[in-house]
């Protein structure tokens, strides 16, 4: 079955360190997206990528790294710039812009 | 104002009522809407795209009503399954003008 796989599901990230989430995506969506949600906020977005080797920042993208060498892949990289990057983060994607998104399972992300 | 905005709930209601959520938005050059379900720790599910005529999906009608600038979100026969939150999603016109409401919290009682 198509679909997005985030990985971990859990994550504990010591303070001063990177850390990289994955996503990977079979349904051949050329837009990928980046978001963190944290309680009583709405989703907001972190980085976005139209089509491979190319992405662009979202509304909070201090602290925060990604790459797009495949179509599949798109992981973000939590650095150590992030201050606050204790949250839930969901990778999205869709086939082109206004569409639907389709998100994986999520990343929760602690500092401790 | 904010872009998006949604009544946070909970709307407590019992199985088998009807029950109606709102979601105003500012932008009036908005051009898609959608609503999502999220269940506790979950991620967000599509649940249905609002189109300009109005939709219907099963036991779920999504109504945009541009003049007013809001889009509606209708349950019938209400479930135990349908308790999770709503989001209601207006894209702007770009990828950087997606915003998701903060969502309706539905608890259907038995």
């Known amino acids: 079955d198509g679909g997005i796989t985030q990985s971990p599901k859990y994550l504990f990230r010591k303070e001063g360190q990177n850390v990289t989430l994955s996503c990977e995506q079979n349904l051949n969506h050329d837009a990928m997206y980046w978001y963190r949600q944290d309680p009583g906020q709405g989703l907001r977005l972190i980085y976005y990528s139209q089509i491979v080797n190319d992405f662009q920042k979202g509304d909070i993208a201090e602290g925060y790294s990604v790459s797009r060498e495949k179509k599949e892949s798109f992981p973000l990289t939590v650095t150590s710039a992030q201050k606050n990057p204790t949250a839930f983060y969901l990778c999205?994607?869709?086939?082109?812009?206004?569409?639907?998104?389709?998100f994986g399972s999520g990343t929760r992300l602690t500092v401790v | 104002r904010k872009e998006v905005e949604q009544d946070p709930g909970p709307f407590n209601v019992p199985e088998g009522a009807t029950v109606a959520f709102n979601c105003t938005y500012s932008n009036s050059a908005s051009q898609s809407f959608f609503w999502y379900r999220q269940d506790c720790r979950k991620e967000p599910k599509l649940l249905m795209s609002?189109?300009?005529s109005g939709n219907e999906d099963g036991r779920f009608t999504a109504q945009l009503n541009r003049a007013s600038q809001y889009i509606s979100l209708l349950i019938r026969d209400s479930k135990l399954s349908d308790s999770a939150t709503y989001l209601c999603?207006?894209?702007?016109?770009?990828?950087?003008?997606?915003?998701f409401g903060t969502g309706t919290k539905l608890q259907v009682i038995p």
């Open positions: 999205a994607s869709s086939i082109a812009r206004g569409d639907g998104y389709t």
């Open positions: 609002v189109y300009s």
């Open positions: 999603v207006v894209n702007g016109g770009g990828y950087q003008k997606v915003t």
